[in-house]
């Protein structure tokens, strides 16, 4: 993130500048990919402005069950800093400790908090109360009867419906979180959420949600009877936004894509509102300038490419960070109360694109760049950036100002250059003929991505820059980089180094393409070095294995091919698939990959 190749564009108001809009449902609950008119119709019709629960406001924070009784205390610099929503949960077993018992006192305290600092809950259902659990615990399923899950619903609905609109059911169930759960078991508890909630509350929606971003998940449990019966879809997509650092804009971008083509494939709405409810990157416990400022420009970047692709909200996890035990967090506000310059960051957002952004469009400013243009009334905002490694200068015919991600102000002249760097930049008071044009190239491709889906092979060429086309590699310093190959790194001592992942485009593998071929292009490091290696890959059943390959005895470079008949490409922890080199006795070289679909 800190070496950059230099480069200049001039950037006049001319042919050069193309502007669209990338999708309307951001802040309307309407379809990411619809004409501007239509996103204002639908959009009046779902969200009733006159509806006090709920607005149009996509800045929202995920608070921590650790520090969840500090919440008095971090509710005001959240207000301060333009967080319009908090999602935030007393667990089953808090609310009802004993069946029969109701403790709304702890959750009455927050949501008064809330409402006195202007800010709006979100409901989520988890976990299990122990006596409804079978076996006495909070996160084994199965569940003793579902009538227990039901009248916790109706009794948290009926106290709270006046306030939250919205309720989660369960947090990352594909995750950690329901030992001996199923798709089946979530759908269940997602259909039987709804009818009772809706019983009490017929205005009332309910989001299904998963941990990263596991759409075969959220496939299977709709197929297993969820379908109809939720109203958003929430993911948590760590791992994709660790990918921005590395040049993985393009498959942030796909999310909401590859989302409505799997609603889509399962005959839900095409309307269902996409939410973001967690999202983080980690900074260390003590300040550290240079890290701290990764994750200001990683939570930057996460509002703004989560609004241009058209997620309605998105919660940057957490509020206030407490230590896991590594001494790292993922708050914008650490645990002695001061705050980081993530705090700043999103604070310089809210108050530069206002309170309820809306996408307008993108910009073109040159190979190796991000521009995103966003309005709010009658203020227009340009968010833009430069790729990873890379800087771009551009000049504006007018002058505009700027806000950084520390909320400093500056002008700047007409024909004076602007520097891009890997941290995004707010541009106010764009020429009106950017503005113009953008709106008329508005059915237009992005820029910075190419459409794969009729080509029947991607590859990538590995080297000390790779030359990718339609295969990204992902976490690259997990592999040493020589002229013309990368090698692996069993010196790591985390043992990342035995593997080298992988991210297809999903416009080449779509959701309904699963007969592919994997073929790697390796070298042993030496012909007396033994070596090998396998596949994991991402499949309708998840991420499995493959069998294992010896790498020939050779001086030359060797093809090792596996194909795969239940493929299911949606990177769901950031990535494809991987070459799996833990059985290798030796390190290796690698110079290819490719991936066909096979017939």
């Given at each position: 993130?800190?070496?950059?190749?230099?480069?200049r564009?001039?950037?006049?108001t001319?042919?050069?500048?193309c502007?669209w809009?990338?999708g309307c449902?951001?802040?309307?609950m309407?379809?990411a990919?619809?004409?501007?008119s239509s996103?204002?119709?639908?959009?009046?019709?779902?969200?009733?402005?006159?509806?006090?629960?709920?607005?149009?406001?996509?800045?929202g924070?995920?608070?921590?069950?650790?520090?969840f009784?500090?919440?008095?205390?971090?509710?005001?610099?959240?207000?301060?800093?333009?967080?319009?929503?908090?999602?935030?949960f007393?667990?089953w077993?808090?609310?009802?400790p004993?069946?029969?018992e109701?403790?709304?006192?702890?959750?009455?305290?927050?949501?008064?908090?809330?409402?006195?600092?202007?800010i709006?809950l979100t409901?989520?259902f988890a976990?299990?109360a122990?006596?409804a659990s079978?076996?006495?615990?909070?996160?084994?399923?199965?569940?003793?009867?579902i009538r227990f899950?039901?009248?916790y619903?109706?009794?948290?609905v009926?106290?709270y419906?006046?306030?939250?609109?919205?309720?989660?059911?369960?947090?990352?169930?594909?995750?950690s979180?329901?030992?001996?759960g199923?798709?089946?078991?979530y759908?269940?508890?997602v259909?039987?959420?709804?009818i009772?909630a809706?019983?009490v509350?017929?205005?009332?929606?309910i989001g299904?949600?998963?941990?990263?971003f596991?759409v075969?998940?959220l496939d299977?449990?709709i197929?297993a009877?969820?379908?109809?019966h939720?109203?958003?879809?929430?993911?948590?997509?760590?791992?994709?936004?660790?990918g921005?650092?590395?040049?993985?804009?393009p498959?942030?971008?796909?999310?909401?894509?590859?989302?409505?083509?799997?609603?889509?494939?399962n005959?839900?709405?095409?309307?269902?509102?996409?939410?973001?409810?967690?999202?983080?990157s980690?900074?260390?416990?003590?300040?550290?300038d240079?890290?701290?400022?990764l994750?200001?420009v990683?939570?930057?970047?996460a509002y703004?490419?989560s609004?241009?692709?058209g997620?309605?909200r998105?919660?940057w996890?957490e509020?206030?960070?407490?230590s896991?035990?590594?001494?790292?967090?993922?708050?914008?506000?650490?645990?002695d109360?001061?705050?980081?310059p993530?705090y700043?960051?999103?604070?310089?957002?809210t108050?530069?694109?206002?309170p309820?952004?809306?996408p307008?469009?993108?910009?073109?400013?040159?190979e190796?760049s991000f521009g995103?243009?966003?309005?709010?009334?009658?203020r227009t905002v340009l968010?833009?950036?430069?790729?990873?490694?890379?800087?771009?200068?551009v000049?504006f015919d007018g002058?505009?100002r700027?806000?950084s991600l520390?909320?400093?102000?500056?002008?700047l002249p007409?024909?004076?250059p602007l520097?891009?760097?890997?941290?995004p930049?707010?541009?106010?008071d764009?020429?009106?003929?950017?503005v113009?044009?953008?709106r008329?190239?508005?059915?237009?491709?992005?820029?910075?991505?190419v459409?794969?889906?009729?080509?029947?092979q991607?590859?990538?060429?590995?080297?000390e820059?790779?030359?990718?086309q339609g295969?990204?590699q992902?976490?690259?310093?997990t592999?040493?980089?020589?002229?013309e190959?990368r090698?692996?790194d069993?010196?790591?001592?985390?043992?990342?180094?035995r593997y080298v992942?992988f991210?297809?485009?999903?416009?080449?593998?779509?959701?309904?393409?699963?007969?592919?071929?994997?073929t790697?292009?390796?070298?042993?490091i030496?012909?007396?070095?033994?070596?090998g290696?396998s596949?994991?890959?991402?499949s309708?059943?998840?991420?499995v294995?493959?069998?294992?390959r010896?790498?020939p005895?050779?001086?030359?470079?060797q093809?090792?091919?596996?194909k795969?008949q239940?493929?299911?490409?949606?990177?769901?922890?950031?990535w494809?698939?991987?070459?799996?080199?833990?059985s290798?006795?030796n390190?290796?070289?690698v110079k290819e990959?490719?991936?066909?679909?096979?017939r």
């Amino acid at each position: 993130m800190t070496i950059f190749e230099s480069g200049r564009l001039p950037f006049k108001t001319s042919s050069r500048i193309c502007l669209w809009v990338t999708g309307c449902a951001v802040l309307l609950m309407v379809p990411a990919l619809c004409t501007p008119s239509s996103a204002q119709s639908s959009r009046d019709t779902l969200l009733l402005p006159s509806d006090p629960r709920d607005d149009r406001n996509p800045w929202g924070i995920a608070s921590g069950a650790e520090w969840f009784s500090d919440y008095p205390r971090f509710n005001p610099m959240l207000k301060q800093a333009g967080v319009g929503w908090l999602r935030g949960f007393h667990e089953w077993q808090t609310i009802q400790p004993k069946q029969g018992e109701w403790n709304f006192a702890p959750s009455d305290r927050l949501l008064e908090n809330a409402r006195a600092n202007g800010i709006r809950l979100t409901g989520v259902f988890a976990y299990l109360a122990p006596w409804a659990s079978a076996d006495g615990g909070t996160r084994r399923f199965p569940i003793k009867d579902i009538r227990f899950w039901r009248n916790y619903v109706t009794g948290m609905v009926a106290r709270y419906h006046a306030d939250i609109k919205y309720w989660e059911v369960w947090n990352e169930f594909n995750g950690s979180f329901a030992e001996g759960g199923s798709p089946e078991t979530y759908a269940e508890l997602v259909r039987e959420a709804s009818i009772a909630a809706k019983k009490v509350d017929p205005t009332a929606k309910i989001g299904m949600s998963v941990a990263n971003f596991d759409v075969r998940f959220l496939d299977a449990a709709i197929k297993a009877g969820a379908a109809n019966h939720f109203d958003y879809i929430c993911v948590h997509p760590y791992e994709v936004l660790a990918g921005l650092f590395g040049g993985g804009e393009p498959a942030f971008l796909n999310m909401t894509k590859t989302l409505r083509n799997m609603l889509a494939m399962n005959k839900q709405p095409a309307d269902i509102p996409l939410w973001i409810t967690e999202i983080g990157s980690l900074a260390p416990v003590k300040r550290d300038d240079v890290l701290d400022q990764l994750q200001a420009v990683a939570l930057a970047k996460a509002y703004l490419l989560s609004i241009a692709a058209g997620f309605q909200r998105v919660f940057w996890f957490e509020a206030r960070g407490p230590s896991y035990g590594n001494d790292m967090d993922h708050g914008i506000i650490r645990s002695d109360m001061t705050v980081r310059p993530a705090y700043d960051a999103l604070k310089a957002l809210t108050t530069t694109l206002g309170p309820e952004p809306v996408p307008a469009g993108w910009l073109d400013l040159g190979e190796g760049s991000f521009g995103f243009v966003f309005g709010s009334g009658s203020r227009t905002v340009l968010a833009a950036w430069a790729a990873a490694k890379r800087e771009v200068t551009v000049v504006f015919d007018g002058d505009v100002r700027l806000s950084s991600l520390k909320g400093e102000k500056s002008g700047l002249p007409a024909g004076e250059p602007l520097k891009l760097t890997a941290a995004p930049i707010l541009v106010e008071d764009l020429p009106i003929a950017l503005v113009e044009k953008a709106r008329a190239q508005s059915d237009k491709p992005y820029p910075w991505t190419v459409d794969y889906s009729q080509t029947a092979q991607v590859k990538a060429v590995l080297g000390e820059r790779n030359v990718e086309q339609g295969i990204r590699q992902v976490n690259q310093d997990t592999t040493i980089a020589d002229r013309e190959w990368r090698r692996t790194d069993f010196l790591r001592p985390d043992k990342e180094g035995r593997y080298v992942y992988f991210w297809v485009d999903p416009q080449f593998a779509a959701l309904d393409v699963k007969n592919l071929e994997i073929t790697a292009v390796v070298k042993r490091i030496a012909p007396d070095k033994l070596a090998g290696l396998s596949i994991e890959y991402e499949s309708s059943r998840g991420y499995v294995g493959s069998d294992y390959r010896s790498i020939p005895v050779s001086d030359s470079w060797q093809e090792v091919s596996w194909k795969v008949q239940d493929a299911n490409f949606v990177g769901a922890w950031g990535w494809s698939f991987r070459l799996n080199a833990i059985s290798s006795p030796n390190e290796f070289l690698v110079k290819e990959v490719t991936v066909r679909k096979a017939r």
